[in-house]
T-cell receptor, first 111, second 115 residues
Framework: DTEVTQTPKHLVMGMTNKKSLKCEQH?????MYWYKQKAKKPPELMFVYSYEKLSINESVPSRFSPECPNSSLLNLHLHALQPEDSALYLC??????????FGPGTRLTVL | AQSVAQPEDQVNVAEGNPLTVKCTYS??????LFWYVQYPNRGLQFLLK??????LVKGSYGFEAEFNKSQTSFHLKKPSALVSDSALYFC?????????????FGKGTRLSVIA
């Protein structure tokens, strides 16, 4: 089983809202990732968690706040976003530095 | 620093013909190389990877890729293209000699298979 699930599939929010994206995997992977992808562009790494600890933060604005409650779950809390934050947000997981398996993504629209 | 180049924004091929999607890379140490495919409004699906061993790697859906160290290339190939192969393809590299470095993606190549 190489499945990573993400909820919701679509999210529309205003600039003053607070919302969260969720990601789950049951492959026993100890590394989990958040990426942002704009249309027709490659994914851009945002955060990396390794053994439930934040190991990489690619200078992401503080309006994005990641959380890793346990080894299977990864959240991305959103607050006071801007319209330019509209994108596909992808979660991935891997066993160490090997193959990353991606979820289907959450399509976020900020009005 | 590591980088990946996909020189073609778009590749068009007739159904049944062989296809090649090009990728070259640059790393200071040993590369881990990956190909992913993305269908519209979907996540990235893993196709294949090269870590060590045989230079010809076989992956999902009949795709294969050849690792060429001297040319620092990892081109994706398929002997006979299907219309359903039409999608966005990403090559990616990790430098496995530099600790926990992130995966670096190429800009992507859009493959269009015409019936």
């Amino acid at each position: 089983d190489t499945e990573v699930t993400q909820t919701p599939k679509h999210l529309v929010m205003g600039m003053t809202n607070k919302k969260s994206l969720k990601c789950e995997q049951h492959m026993g992977h100890r590394a989990m990732y958040w990426y942002k992808q704009k249309a027709k562009k490659p994914p851009e790494l945002m955060f990396v968690y390794s053994y439930e600890k934040l190991s990489i933060n690619e200078s992401v604005p503080s309006r994005f706040s990641p959380e890793c409650p346990n080894s299977s779950l990864l959240n991305l809390h959103l607050h006071a976003l801007q319209p330019e934050d509209s994108a596909l947000y992808l979660c991935a997981s891997s066993r160490g530095g090997s193959t990353q398996y991606f979820g289907p993504g959450t399509r976020l629209t900020v009005l | 620093a590591q980088s990946v180049a996909q020189p073609e924004d778009q590749v068009n091929v007739a159904e049944g013909n062989p296809l090649t999607v090009k990728c070259t890379y640059s790393v200071s140490g040993n590369p881990y190389l990956f190909w992913y495919v993305q269908y519209p409004n979907r996540g990235l699906q893993f196709l294949l990877k090269y870590i060590t061993g045989d230079n010809l790697v076989k992956g999902s859906y009949g795709f294969e890729a050849e690792f060429n160290k001297s040319q620092t290339s990892f081109h994706l190939k398929k002997p006979s293209a299907l219309v359903s192969d039409s999608a966005l393809y990403f090559c990616a590299v990790r430098d496995m000699s530099s600790g926990n470095t992130p995966l670096v993606f190429g800009k992507g190549t859009r493959l269009s298979v015409i019936a």
